[in-house]
């Protein structure tokens, strides 16, 4: 038996714990933090926000919170974090998380009949987004 670790065993725990202090937390509710880990995979600066969302969305997007703007649909203006994601999942890039969005997003997900971003989907989004497998 050995009571003493290897130099190369102590940084693999060490960068283990870090892992874990880094992830997102898993929570089902898509605000700051979830944009900002979307926009890492996406190689976009960090604001954590989606800006100028149109309110008619709402019903849709029951899963958003915190970093979310909201705005008059006359007023609302494309996201530019929704268009790179919209691109990458290949659906029309409108910069607003409407309901052909959702359910790209659902599908990369297994959750194939979603069209609402709800609780359930944001947290597998989450998941995907910790193990790295959401656009990969």
Known sequence: RRD???VEESFDIIEAEAAI?????VDGVWGVETTKALQTELDLDQSGSIKNQPNSLRGTTRGTGEGWGWTSPAK???DQTLVK???AVNVLPTGFMDRQT???IAQLVGLDKKH???????????????????LN
């Open 85 to 87: 994601l919209q691109l």
């Open 116 to 134: 609402v971003l709800d609780h359930e989907l944001v947290e597998a989004v989450q998941l995907a987004l910790n193990d790295n497998t959401f």
């Open 21 to 25: 202090d880094d992830a997102l937390v």
């Open 4 to 6: 003493v670790m290897s």
């Open 76 to 78: 609302a203006t494309p």
């Open 102 to 104: 959702i359910h790209a």
